[in-house]
């Protein structure tokens, strides 16, 4: 089954695209249509750097805290899919792109991913601060020196 919805996927998008970039080339003229694939490519890339950059830092605030950043790596996928598919000539793959970037529409599709998904969250290794010890699952470490002595 995945593999017709992939094989679908693969011949119904490409010819929606050429059928949609024909009907705004006809409307617009051809020249128009490039550049507005080229100014939503510029766009795209501008919108990505911007959302990667705060998404890495929400991503390093939660692992500061000692916290998985489950939600941040998911949208970290969602905006590499979306910069993919923004390169991508084309105003469907654009229009999906877009939806991968904005923030409020990515956060719903990986919601939606998650509910399909079961995300199974533990402490995160190597979080405790020196001098101080850390308890996991009833067990206590004790941070302290040791030296190798070679007989």
Known sequence: ???????????????????ILIKVGGQIGALSTIA????????GAALLQRQGLQTMQRARDNLDRGRLPAMEML???ALAVGGVLLLTPGFVTDAIGFACLIPFTRRLMVL??????RVVQGPIQG???PGQGSETEGRHTIEGEFKRRDP
């Open 1 to 19: 089954m995945p593999l017709l919805i992939l094989l679908a996927v693969l011949v119904v998008v490409p010819l929606a695209e050429i059928y």
């Open 36 to 43: 507005l694939c080229l100014l939503t490519a510029a766009i």
């Open 75 to 77: 949208e970290g996928v």
């Open 112 to 117: 939606g991913l998650l509910q399909r998904v």
């Open 127 to 129: 979080q405790s601060r």
